[in-house]
């Protein structure tokens, strides 16, 4: 499927695939294989050190995106040719980070499925009851972004510490150990924030996450 030669490997009763291909160099479509549409995508040139993560989210729509290597938020950019991804496919443009000519490149998608994976977003509180973020599973692994404005990539999992009070923090885009204290609650059906800080629930900034069930 697309307009390129992909290498795919999906899951779709999961929601989740990885797909490789070579750069065309033009505005082109990657088949994804999920047979939904992906809510998340998350991109990287693997033989060119230079090129950024870049992180496609559907509350950013189709012509914004953000770095996973940065702390920037949203960031206009024309990189999917202002089309949106559908159940077979998403567009890439001849952009260095994403399609260039000679470049390689692996995507990782996520599309939402009941009980396994769950991608949106929400709006912050300010407040140490902050808001919950209901997933209708208990969430594995858990990462946030603040994408109204600039803040650190955050994920927690249930791994580390297991138990609600304590879930550690960690930012991807940092080489920091993990930062203990009252962070998350994980709970049956969703999570629900528990901190103040700017980068999960910062007063009226808005967030995406991306949630994943343990199986």
């Known amino acids: 499927e697309g307009s390129v030669t992909t290498t795919v490997s999906a899951n779709p009763t999961m929601g989740f695939s990885v797909v490789k291909w070579d750069g065309g160099g033009a505005t082109d479509t990657i088949g994804h294989g ?56 998403f567009t890439v443009t001849n952009d260095a980070d994403i399609n260039a000519s000679g470049g390689q490149y692996v995507a990782y998608c996520f599309a939402n499925v009941k009980g396994a994976i769950q991608s949106g977003k929400y709006k912050g509180n300010g407040n140490a009851d902050g808001p919950f973020i209901h997933t209708g599973f208990r969430p594995g ?22 138990y609600n009070g304590d879930n550690s923090t ?3 885009n940092t080489a920091d150990q993990d930062d203990t204290g009252e962070q998350i609650d994980i709970l049956s059906n969703g999570f629900k924030m528990r901190n103040t800080g700017t980068w999960a629930n910062a007063s009226g900034s808005n967030y995406i996450y991306l949630a994943v069930a343990t199986i």
């Not at 870049?54 to 089309?83: C, E, P, R």
């Open 141 to 162: 692994w858990i990462m946030c972004k603040r994408y109204s404005d600039t803040g650190n990539w955050v994920v927690w999992d249930t791994k580390r510490d297991g």
């Open 34 to 89: 999920l047979g939904a549409i992906p809510k998340l995508i998350i991109i990287k040139r693997y033989n060119d050190g230079s090129n950024a993560w870049q992180v496609y989210y559907v509350a950013g729509g189709n012509n914004m995106k953000m770095y996973l290597s940065g702390t920037d938020g949203s960031t206009s950019s024309g990189w999917m040719n202002s089309t949106n991804p559908t159940s077979t496919v």
């Open 170 to 172: 960690l930012e991807p």
